[in-house]
């Protein structure tokens, strides 16, 4: 990517102008025409590195439950797996790592009952076996701003927010992405001030591009887990890591002694094998596993109150 596009997609991804004619506020901030502008976000968007452009909200104040669950499946009947998986909308992020759990996917859904149900049927139709459902026990970061100089840490609030339905309008067209035009929230028929209520109100966490990590440069990740005395200190501690997005607190289950869990990334494999064991360092050398992404199976965004 160029340096411009770079500087572009550090601004989209969490100050695209909530405006009427949003690329020609952006054009003014680095000397391009409104049509300028557009075209470098298209560009980004056709190559990949924009997977989409649109709101990221909060699953949990929307009434949705979020769980990240760990099975195996063996490596000859993957495709199967993965075959069914794509069928379903509810799962979002579908990774192979490094591990005897080799399958780590995200469901997000209204009740326990529901994401119960999506994984008994996984584990009818498919090899997926041995699966854990695990709720988090606390957040301590989410951040899906990707950038060299990102450090957000997001802060969670427990009020509640019950939508009406023109909240559930608006929120299910801003979980797609939104129209490929000059005035995408003309065309959309939402004003920029719902937005920005929707993010004052903390249901949405930012409006703008969500990116595919390894086209933007991020090419290396790694799940670590860690098992930890002092879950607190310890994940307040990874939460300050620009090269860590999540990192929750999650209940240890059989065969896996690990109570804390962070997202990290990095440019290659060995930039990312230094942060890891510079957080390894920090935390005093604790018990860990280190779980690479090895493929990524799905990744997709959900779309809140469809059907």
Excluded at 45 to 58: A, F, H, K, S, T
Excluded at 88 to 106: D, E, G, K, L
Excluded at 146 to 156: F, I, L, N, P, S
Aim: negative net charge; contains cysteine; charged residues 25%.
């Amino acid at each position: 990517m160029e340096n411009l596009d770079e500087k572009i997609l550090d601004v989209v991804q969490d100050g695209f102008p909530l405006e009427d004619h949003p690329y020609a506020a952006l054009g003014k901030m680095f000397g391009l025409s409104e049509e300028q502008a557009f075209a470098r976000v298209e560009s980004l968007r056709e190559c990949g590195v924009i997977r989409r452009l649109g709101g990221v909200y909060n699953s949990r104040k929307l009434g949705y439950i979020s769980r990240l669950c760990a099975g195996v499946v063996p490596e000859g009947q993957l495709d199967g797996f993965v075959s069914e998986v794509n069928k379903i909308p509810a799962i979002t992020h579908n990774y192979i790592r490094s591990h005897a759990y080799n399958v780590w996917f995200t469901i997000i859904a209204r009740s326990e009952t529901e994401i119960e149900e999506t994984v008994l049927g996984l584990e009818a139709e498919t090899a997926l076996h041995d699966v854990h459902i695990l709720s988090s026990k606390k957040m301590f970061k989410i951040n899906t701003v990707m950038g060299r100089c990102a450090a957000r840490k997001v802060v969670e609030s427990a009020a509640c927010f019950v939508p009406n339905e023109d909240d559930r309008r608006r929120i299910k067209l801003l979980s797609k992405d939104i129209p490929h035009t000059l005035t995408p929230l003309q065309d959309l028929g939402v004003q920029a001030s719902e937005i920005q209520g929707d993010l004052n109100r903390g249901i949405m966490r930012r409006f703008g591009a969500i990116l595919r990590h390894q086209q933007a440069g991020f090419d290396a990740n790694a799940m670590v887990c860690f098992s930890v005395t002092d879950v607190e200190r310890a994940g307040n501690m990874l939460a300050e890591d620009s090269h860590v997005s999540h990192c929750y607190e999650r209940a240890p289950f059989e065969r896996f002694p690990y109570n804390l869990y962070a997202m990290f990334h990095a440019t290659s494999a060995g930039e990312l094998q230094s942060v890891i064991e510079g957080s390894v360092d920090l935390l005093g050398n604790p018990d860990h596993v280190v779980l690479t992404s090895l493929k990524e199976l799905k990744k997709t965004s959900f779309c809140f109150f469809e059907g």
